[in-house]
């Protein structure tokens, strides 16, 4: 499972690349660079909170868990991944927000009056550079915006679908923020040998209706005919829940030292 993450995530670091090639080809400061691949800075932390969680959860013995360093570090490491992510929910928000606001490219009502040095089109996060021997195929719409300013331009649908997939960025970030947060306290509680109650109901109960969300997240994707992102998601998704499995494990072992 931990292997295919690791090439699905080479292959977002090389779409990244791919996608920045059209839309930071007149450079920018280091925040824009940032939020350009902040698919790559979140898939990052997420495959060390990932570890961490493994770690704690299955790989180490009670007795390592309870060195005072061992317990710090892992902290440490946890929460400079919690920023990287902070700055993840950050870049979509402001990528989205700036989608929000756009308004369509006055006196153009043909994309081949666009047609310039380092222009292109985009639609469903496919890119094309934009020449006068594609522009008509391209698009018959005569309304049209510039997703990335005087850089990457899309029609009508182009656009909202576009300003969509940014939305579901933002919405997708959080939900995985929420599942890190009750696996957290589910951790920390069974640290303190707690297995039941109100709160671990709930905390049950939400996971499950979030992974729920991150599967209709998936499902969008496959309907956009994006399957390598769908699949990335399953992994995820699976490979959080094999973590969960491990919390399983551990509360049962728990419960019956408890009976013993």
Request: net charge negative.
């Amino acid at each position: 499972m931990y292997a295919l993450l690791l090439v699905n995530f080479a292959q977002y670091v090389a779409d990244d690349f791919r996608f920045a090639s059209y839309t930071m080809r007149n450079g920018g400061t280091i925040l824009k660079w940032m939020r350009e691949f902040a698919t790559t800075i979140d898939l990052s932390a997420w495959f060390v909170l990932l570890l961490l969680f493994e770690l704690e959860t299955y790989v180490w013995s009670d007795e390592m868990q309870e060195r005072p360093y061992v317990v710090r570090l892992v902290h440490s490491i946890r929460l400079l991944c919690c920023l990287f992510l902070a700055h993840s929910v950050w870049a979509f928000g402001i990528t989205y927000y700036d989608l929000t606001q756009l308004a369509a490219i006055p006196n153009v009502t043909d994309l081949c009056q666009l047609v310039a040095p380092d222009i292109s089109f985009t639609r469903n996060l496919h890119y094309e550079d934009l020449t006068l021997a594609n522009c008509a195929a391209l698009s018959s719409d005569r309304q049209f915006f510039f997703v990335e300013p005087a850089l990457v331009v899309s029609d009508t649908s182009g656009y909202e679908l576009h300003t969509n997939l940014a939305l579901g960025d933002i919405v997708e970030v959080i939900v995985w923020l929420f599942i890190l947060l009750a696996i957290e306290i589910t951790i920390r509680l069974q640290d303190r040998e707690i297995t039941r109650g109100g709160l671990m109901t709930t905390i049950r109960i939400g996971k499950r209706f979030l992974y729920t969300i991150l599967w209709l997240l998936a499902a969008y994707w496959l309907w956009l005919g994006h399957y390598h992102y769908t699949w990335d998601a399953a992994l995820w998704i699976l490979g959080f829940m094999i973590i969960g499995s491990n919390l399983e494990q551990w509360k049962e072992e728990i419960e019956q030292v408890g009976i013993e």
